[in-house]
């Protein structure tokens, strides 16, 4: 089994939500912490991309916090760091702000990835593209490079790159494994972030009414 590596973003500028989500928590923890804490044990080693400095090291070597290579480059700019700083041929990508991502739909991607030797796997969700919770290989590094050399900051444009093995995966597949397809929940308002704790509180009442019934 090829080596895979977890990237996560939490450089974004955050316009909407009005301050860096690395600042925000949800239930007394770190935002950028639950995608880390549901995905890392899957992985080798946990990447986090981040542009002010604020993340602390955690100095454990499997977890490495990194600065933005090139600044104010967007999404594609955190995906360009973070896989520069990976040593893995294939990494698991999402965002920062996506509390509820599903191990079972990731583990999925990656051996859908693997299997057929895939550079990107991208869901496509009803025509809308999720490239926060997607796998990408060390390969796109350097079209991402050029991308960015020439002023381009759209990650659609890995999409569109003819060199680049791309897969997608639809909301069906998608469903297998994440039926409610809260791994592609993301906060980015103040709004989404109510929701998200009123989430977690249902799920915490579930999961007490299973053990009171069980």
């Keep these: 089994m090829s080596l895979m590596n977890l990237v996560v973003l939490a450089g974004g500028r955050s316009q909407r939500m009005g301050l860096p989500k690395y600042c925000l928590s949800l239930a007394g923890i770190p935002l950028y912490e639950y995608p880390l804490r549901r995905l890392c044990a899957l992985y080798e080693r946990c990447i986090v991309v981040e542009n002010k400095g604020l993340i602390p090291a955690s100095g454990n070597p499997e977890r490495l916090v990194v600065g933005d290579v090139v600044a104010d480059a967007g999404p594609l700019g955190g995906i360009y760091s973070g896989l520069r700083a990976s040593d893995a041929p294939l990494n698991m ?122």
């Design 93 to 214: 990508v999402v965002g920062a702000d996506m509390p509820f991502v599903s191990p079972a739909l990731a583990q999925a991607m990656g051996r859908r990835a693997r299997a057929q030797e895939l550079d990107i796997l991208v869901p496509n969700i009803d025509g809308l593209l999720e490239p926060l919770f997607s796998i990408f290989s060390s390969r796109v590094v350097t079209v991402a490079a050029e991308l960015l050399a020439s002023g381009t900051h759209s990650v659609r444009e890995l999409f569109r790159n003819k060199s680049l093995h791309i897969g997608f995966i639809d909301r069906a597949y998608c469903e297998q494994y994440d039926k409610r397809l809260l791994s592609f929940f993301n906060v980015n308002t103040p709004d989404d972030l109510i929701m998200a704790r009123l989430m977690m509180r249902a799920g915490e009442k579930s999961i007490e009414e299973e053990r009171v019934c069980g």
